[in-house]
């Protein structure tokens, strides 16, 4: 099994700041690619950004410029750096992260969510 646990979520005003932690434990072999996605209120859920192990970050259109993703391999473990937040950002947080327990062993996990909300 591989668990997410995610913190930092919170309450801000327009234009402050957060960031959200995500850490993976369990039965990790590799991990092949860490992510956010958010889901807003009676809105489907999209994808925030993304970085592969080795490769480079993709982003949202809408956070370009005001999110930053990064990684700490050796904690195995994903931060979400959000500035000059906007109320349109309000929703929850997921944490995706994709990889192998063994060889040919895959998973794909989900955290529980973290809300962030941002306040006009």
């Known amino acids: 099994q591989v668990q997410l646990v995610e913190s930092g979520g919170g309450l801000v005003q327009a234009g402050g700041s957060l960031r959200l932690s995500c850490v993976a434990s369990?039965?990790?072999?590799?991990?092949?690619?860490m992510g956010w996605y958010r889901q807003a209120p009676g809105k489907q859920r999209e994808l925030v950004a993304v970085i592969p192990t080795g490769g480079s970050a993709n982003y949202e259109e809408s956070v370009k410029g005001r999110f930053t993703i990064s990684r700490d391999n050796a904690k195995n473990t994903v931060y979400l750096q959000m500035n000059s937040l906007k109320p349109e950002d309000t929703a929850v947080y997921y944490c995706n992260v994709g990889g192998r327990r063994s060889v040919m062993n895959y998973f794909d996990v989900w955290g529980q969510g973290t809300l962030v909300t941002v306040s006009s």
């Open positions: 369990g039965s990790i072999f590799t991990i092949n690619i």
